[in-house]
């Protein structure tokens, strides 16, 4: 069975820290990692990632993949309080759209 | 464009009754999921659709739970009798067969009495 899991469960920073998500992963067939922020309603898509070592940045935010550790890290930088949010990560194991594995996700609270 | 549109948003029902929520995907999205998200559980997905076709129902936790796709631009999912435990937000989301991102509905918050 395909396993995510997501460090820390929550988070409680001061706006302005830098903070490091964590995402492992146990995959059969891995194609692809994804990376997705929750607000008050639906998930929206970050980064997908698929190349190891190659990072992938949108502003404050960056990810990398390491696929021999099977891991991801989601960073953001001077953090601000519209960061908070959950954050999921996400495997896509291929075979058709169907092998999207959520792990539970990190709440991240950016304190003022 | 507009994005996935599900309906209800939020749904306050008794034990017993029947609960339908609406999803319409985005258009050119031949993939369509239902997931059920708790704060125990996390997402969970239900069931997906590929080209109108259910694909993998083992989500589903049991009978009281159907969904149906009966075109390309809705489906529905609905659970009867709905139960205390069914209690969830429930998202739809859209994709390309052949990606990995998932586009995510609103959600339709169901609370069970």
């Known amino acids: 069975e395909d396993k995510v899991v997501q460090s820390p469960l929550s988070l409680v920073v001061h706006e302005g820290d830098t903070v490091t998500l964590n995402c492992s992963y146990e995959?059969?067939?891995?194609?692809?990692l994804l990376w997705y922020k929750q607000e008050k309603k639906a998930p929206t898509f970050l980064f997908m990632l698929?190349?190891?070592?190659i990072e992938k940045k949108s502003g404050r935010l960056s990810s990398i993949l390491d696929k021999k550790e099977l891991f991801s890290i989601l960073n953001i930088t001077a953090t601000q309080t519209g960061d908070s949010a959950v954050y999921l990560c996400a495997t896509y194991s291929g075979g058709g759209a169907d092998g999207l594995t959520f792990g539970k996700g990190t709440h991240l609270i950016i304190q003022p | 464009d507009a994005g996935v549109i599900q309906s209800p948003r939020h749904e306050v029902t008794e034990m017993g009754q029947e609960v339908t929520l609406r999803c319409k995907p985005i258009?050119?999205?031949?993939?369509l999921f239902w997931y059920r998200q708790t704060m125990m559980r996390g997402l969970e997905l239900l069931i997906y659709f590929n080209n109108n076709v259910p694909i993998d129902d083992s989500g589903m936790p049991e009978d009281r739970f159907s969904a149906k796709m009966p075109n390309a631009s809705f489906s529905t999912l609905k659970i009867q009798p709905s139960e205390p435990r069914d209690s969830a937000v429930y998202f739809c989301?859209?994709?390309?067969?052949?990606?990995?991102?998932?586009?995510f509905g609103e959600g339709s918050r169901l609370t069970v009495l």
């Open positions: 989301a859209s994709s390309l067969a052949t990606a990995g991102e998932l586009f």
């Open positions: 698929t190349s190891s070592g």
């Open positions: 258009s050119g999205h031949n993939s």
């Open positions: 995959v059969t067939n891995f194609r692809s």
